[in-house]
Structures are given as structure tokens and as C-alpha cells.
């Protein structure tokens, strides 16, 4: 196994999401000291290196050849090598190339340091105002409705907020979708951020679809938070107790089921439920 001294090392650098002037100090100072700079589109990253005067040679790193070019790439860093893995905007290997290269640097014992900086989904998440706590982030939305739909009834009683990158073209169907399998809960989208004209919309994903759709066209790229799903907290005993006192008048379910129902429904122990279940049948007896 080569050691980490004798090989070169990985930099993931964050680029800018679109204001250049968010490429930070130090992501600037390591595109101009590294030996080699692996880009998702050299084309793009060759304008945000004109723009900072650097002249470092470019190699691409793209989706569908990650493997391939990975392999020499680490063949390079074994020899002693420094390479920066850029993508076109934000952080490498969030929903862009990288993780496969990451990884083959792990294995072969390379080091890997990462230059944070920009990328849409935090910065979405730092404006849109969510619950403190943590967030799921889908990634990029199924793009076939019957996947989009399915994923998203798969995590329609989920707490956390979900959070997912659309393209402009397909951001009324994906926000449709999300109405009807999530229902019309707070929302914040932001369109073209760090741009010139750069939009966030923190209203209802019904109310934010009906505001696109009235325009002509919908430019730009999102991404979009939606709020979790709200579930009321009920976990004292008098809680617990009152909606056993309701299913047993309702006369539908046994105590068995009610408690098995119960339990399950808001996640406690069946044994704990049972105690207080007993309590409740008793009482009509
Ligand atoms: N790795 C990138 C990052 O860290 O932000 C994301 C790359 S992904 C291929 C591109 C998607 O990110 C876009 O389709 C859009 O959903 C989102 N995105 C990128 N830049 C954005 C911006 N300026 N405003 C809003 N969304 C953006």
C-alpha cells in the first residue's frame, strides 16, 4: 500500500454556483498550485480560470467515464501528482461527478482534502427558513412521473424536510406531484441563486407552482425545500388514553387491534399501550 507521503494528494474544490466572486481565497489559491485540474466540462472551467488569471492544464472528468478516467487519474496521483477536482457549479460529487474518483483515491490510500465553498443545496437551505434539525436531500427528482411519484409516497410521512434540484422545464410536474402525495405544505424555492436574478419563493408548493405557471417561461435552474410532514406529538399517557377511550366508542376495532393500531401509529412500546388499553375496556365492563 503506498504511503500518503510519497503520493500526491486529491483537492475536491467547491466552484461558484454563479457569482465568480464566490470562489473562495483559498479554492483560487489551489487551482493555481495544483499540477492538474480534472473538470467536468473544461470548457466551462476554463472561463472561471480566465477569469482568476490561472493557467493550470485541464483534464475532463465527466459522468459515464468516471471509471476510466478515475484509474489514470489516480495513476497520476500515485506518482506524486496534486490534482483539484472541479465540476461545472458548486460542490464536486453533490449531484455532479467525484464520488467515484473519491473513493478510488481512498482505496489506494491517496489523500483526499476538501476546499469548501458554494453549492445550491446549501445555500438554499441557509435562506429557506426550515425547522432547526436536519434535512433529506433527494438529489434530482425521478424524472419519469410514475418513479417521481413513487419516491415521493415513499417518504410522504417523513418529519424531516426534503430538499431536490429541478430543472426549469420540468418543475411544474415535479411541483404538482409533490401537492398531491404531500399535500400544500410551506415550501421554499430558489431559482438562479448567487445570479442577477436570482428568486426564492417561501410560500406553499401550491401557491409557488400557480406563480410559475403564469409566466411565459420558466428560466433557470431550482432547488426546492419542501417542509416534513407534520405530526401532532402524542405521547402522554392521558394522550394515549383519550384515543383509546375514542376507538373503543367507535366500537370498530378490539382492544387487541386498537392497541396494535395504536402503538404502531404513533411508534410506542404495544406493552406500554396494552397497560393503558386494559385500563379503558375495563371501565365498560
Ligand atoms: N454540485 C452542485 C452543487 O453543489 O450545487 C449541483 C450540481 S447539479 C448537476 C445542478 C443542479 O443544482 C441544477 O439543476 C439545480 O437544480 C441546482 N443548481 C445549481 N446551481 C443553481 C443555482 N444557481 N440556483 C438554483 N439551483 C442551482
Redesign the pocket.
Known amino acids: 500500500m503506498p504511503s500518503l507521503q510519497s503520493s500526491g494528494c486529491l483537492y475536491v474544490v467547491?466552484t461558484p454556483?454563479?457569482n465568480l466572486e464566490d470562489l473562495t481565497i483559498r479554492a483560487a489559491r489551489i487551482l493555481g498550485e495544483v499540477d492538474l485540474i480534472a473538470a467536468e466540462d473544461t470548457r466551462v472551467s476554463r472561463k472561471l480560470l480566465n477569469h482568476i488569471g490561472i493557467a493550470t492544464p485541464l483534464v475532463s472528468h465527466y459522468k459515464g467515464q468516471e471509471a476510466r478516467q478515475s484509474a489514470g487519474l489516480v495513476k497520476k496521483l500515485l506518482q506524486g501528482q496534486t490534482i483539484a477536482l472541479i465540476?461545472d457549479?458548486?460542490?464536486?460529487a453533490?449531484?455532479?461527478p467525484g464520488s467515484r474518483l473519491v473513493h478510488d483515491c481512498h482505496e489506494a490510500n491517496i489523500k483526499v482534502i476538501p476546499i469548501p465553498g458554494?453549492?445550491?443545496?446549501t445555500s438554499l437551505t441557509s435562506v429557506a427558513g426550515l425547522p432547526e434539525g436536519g434535512f433529506i436531500f433527494l438529489g434530482?427528482l425521478p424524472s419519469k412521473k410514475g418513479q417521481r411519484r413513487k419516491l415521493l409516497t415513499r417518504y410522504s410521512q417523513e418529519e424531516l424536510p426534503l430538499i431536490f434540484?429541478?430543472?426549469p422545464h420540468r418543475i411544474i410536474a415535479s411541483l404538482k406531484d409533490v401537492e398531491s402525495i404531500l399535500g400544500n405544505r410551506p415550501a421554499c424555492l430558489?431559482?438562479?441563486?448567487?445570479?442577477l436574478h436570482e428568486e426564492i419563493l417561501a410560500m406553499p408548493v401550491g401557491e409557488a407552482r400557480a406563480f410559475l405557471q403564469n409566466r411565459a417561461t420558466i428560466k433557470?435552474?431550482?432547488?426546492v425545500a419542501i417542509h416534513g410532514c407534520e405530526t401532532e406529538e402524542i405521547s402522554s399517557e392521558e394522550d394515549v388514553e383519550q384515543l383509546l377511550i375514542m376507538l373503543h366508542a367507535q366500537g370498530n376495532l378490539s382492544m387487541k387491534d386498537a392497541v396494535k393500531k395504536l402503538s404502531r401509529d404513533l411508534g410506542l412500546s404495544r406493552s406500554e399501550v396494552y397497560k393503558i388499553g386494559l385500563q379503558v375496556w375495563k371501565k365498560d365492563e
Open positions: 467547491a454556483i454563479g465540476s457549479a458548486g460542490t464536486p453533490i449531484s455532479d458554494p453549492s445550491a443545496l434530482f434540484y429541478e430543472s430558489g431559482r438562479e441563486l448567487t445570479k433557470g435552474e431550482f432547488v
